[in-house]
């Protein structure tokens, strides 16, 4: 089985960077979010980059999860 080519840092950067944007369009700002360099130094199969979302208070993870369950509905 072939695997598709694994993300280059600069794939996973776009990324956070796409999802901080989303995020912000919410209001929401994850402080901790961004990729995760020792992830690529991993032996995943197949070899990924990783997205690090960090520690956020209690008021960003309710306004996060209000967002998500406002979006699955629509």
Do not use: Q, W
């Not at 950067?13 to 796409?18: G, H, I, M, Q, S």
């Not at 020792?38 to 956020?56: D, E």
């Amino acid at each position: 089985m072939s695997h598709p080519p694994s993300p280059t840092s600069y794939d996973i950067t776009l990324c956070v960077e796409n999802l901080r944007a989303a995020l912000a369009l919410h209001g929401i700002v994850l402080p901790s979010l961004r990729a995760d360099l020792p992830s690529f130094a991993g032996s995943y199969a197949p070899p990924a980059g990783l997205v690090a979302l960090g520690n956020c208070n209690a008021t960003t993870a309710h306004a996060l999860a209000a967002v998500l369950k406002k979006a699955a509905a629509e």
